[in-house]
């Protein structure tokens, strides 16, 4: 959605209101339905008996209902809101390389694991994780080299050994220190939305919030390059520890904060957050590259994942994609 004439002049970093399209309009009467937030433990055991079975055919657009950090109910079948755009400015600079990816099309293979670095977990049969897959695609993701990372990456790794069994349900699970794994679904929506339909991999990926390691792993099948950032040291130790045995080249971990980037490896063809702002920083805007794409939720109580395209040196369209809910993105590092 382009501005409107009289619109108030937007300034960065982007607030939720100018992300949105909100600004200067009275805010609507109702807003987009959420689902009521459970823990992860309770949404695990809601949906284990269904573990192995496939969702309702056809593909859906459905709500984002669990993310790092926060569980939400399983997502309804409710049509989701209609996309926005708006076209950004900004008198800061920034970088000016372009989006590029390598012109193969090589899927994704399923990755070697070392069994015996971790023979503490029980043992996931193939079927279920190509379920897993099967369901997100049916869900509304059909980006076929997203759908091979998915399966490629053993998500029961990242997860203590008396959950590993549910590895694959369609829920987050708790991974400790407070946070959870995201939900299948939104990790391959989310890295869906930042590969933007290109046939190739993408060049240089950003990742805000490492978490266990397992979405860095997903979107190290998909990119040349990874870098991900943890602000939680025991968290930042965990996916070193979790990813250790997958070998991953292409992959680098960072302890520090995330909402600064990492502006000394940009500028990205692709930045990822699993946490969510009232605003996108203007460290990371600045990080983008020409063309690039940065996925991320925004708000408080009522979320919404949003993308943003960087256009030229000083510009960035905005598109409000659908409901979500994360964890507060936060400055600073812990532990």
């Not at 043992?123 to 998915?150: C, H, N, T, Y």
Request: proline residues 7%.
């Amino acid at each position: 959605m382009s501005e409107s004439e009289g619109a108030p002049k937007k300034r960065f970093p982007l607030t939720l209101d100018f992300v949105t399209g909100d600004a200067g309009r009275k805010k609507a009467v109702t807003s987009p339905r959420m689902n009521s937030l459970q823990t992860a433990t309770q949404n695990a055991a809601r949906h284990a008996a269904s573990a192995s079975s496939s969702a309702t055919a056809g593909k859906t657009s459905r709500p984002v209902t669990g993310a790092r950090g926060v569980s939400g109910s399983s997502a309804s079948t409710a049509n989701t809101p209609p996309v926005s755009s708006t076209k950004i400015t900004s008198t800061s600079t920034g970088f000016a390389s372009s989006r590029s990816g390598s012109s193969g099309s090589t899927l994704p293979k399923p990755m070697a694991t070392h069994a015996s670095e971790r023979s503490d977990l029980p043992l996931v049969s193939e079927a279920v994780r190509k379920a897993m897959v099967q369901r997100i695609a049916q869900q509304g993701v059909s980006d076929p080299a997203v759908l091979s990372a998915m399966e490629a990456v053993p998500r029961h790794y990242f997860l203590e050994p008396g959950l590993a069994s549910q590895a694959y349900i369609d829920a987050s699970l708790p991974i400790g220190y407070h946070q959870t794994i995201s939900q299948p679904y939104i990790v391959a929506r989310m890295i869906e939305v930042m590969r933007g339909g290109i046939s190739g991999r993408l060049g240089k990926v950003l990742e805000i919030g490492t978490g266990c390691g397992y979405q860095a792993a997903v979107l190290a099948q998909v990119a040349n390059e990874v870098y991900s950032i943890e602000r939680i040291r025991p968290m930042h130790e965990l996916a070193r520890t979790n990813l250790r045995p997958l070998r991953i080249a292409n992959l680098r971990l960072h302890y520090g904060d995330g909402m600064l980037g990492l502006p000394q490896a940009g500028p990205f063809d692709g930045i990822i957050l699993a946490a969510a702002g009232l605003e996108i920083p203007q460290g990371l805007l600045d990080q983008m590259a020409i063309g690039g794409r940065l996925v991320a939720p925004v708000g408080e109580r009522n979320q919404v994942l949003t993308l943003l395209t960087r256009t030229a040196r000083n510009e960035w369209m905005s598109e409000t994609l659908e409901p979500c809910h994360f964890v507060p993105l936060r400055p600073g590092t812990f532990g």
